[in-house]
């Protein structure tokens, strides 16, 4: 088993930034890819980021491209969501995933092994 759970979050006013973070213990070895995925109020959970544990691929859905950076720091066993330029559209429950097919987060949920419990980003207008 791996458990997955997040920190960061928040409040912010658009146009500013967060960092969340997500922290991964237990059979730490038993994933290839970690990343985020979020749900906003009476919509589906959808993909956001993604990164190969061996940091060769990173991916991010269309809604984020150059504002949200993933990063992973292999010797903590974290996975980090850079958040620039939020929106009020960017407001949801934010969920870390982690998967043991290299590329299979971007695909969507069905995908996904593991999740953490999420963490609430309100961006005001």
């Known amino acids: 088993q791996v458990q997955l759970v997040e920190s960061g979050g928040g409040l912010v006013q658009a146009g500013g930034s967060l960092r969340l973070s997500c922290s991964a213990s237990?059979?730490?070895?038993?994933?290839?890819?970690m990343g985020w995925f979020r749900q906003a109020p009476g919509k589906e959970r959808v993909f956001v980021a993604g990164i190969r544990w061996s940091g060769d691929r990173i991916y991010y859905a269309d809604s984020v491209k150059g504002r949200f950076t993933i990063s992973r720091d292999k010797a903590k066993n974290t996975v980090n969501l850079k958040m620039n330029s939020l929106k009020p559209e960017d407001t949801a429950v934010y969920y870390c995933?982690?998967?043991?097919?290299?590329?299979?987060?971007?695909?969507?949920?069905?995908?996904?092994?593991?999740w953490g419990q999420g963490t609430q980003v309100t961006v005001s207008s």
């Open positions: 995933a982690a998967d043991r097919d290299p590329d299979g987060l971007r695909v969507g949920v069905s995908f996904v092994d593991y």
């Open positions: 237990g059979r730490t070895f038993g994933y290839a890819a």
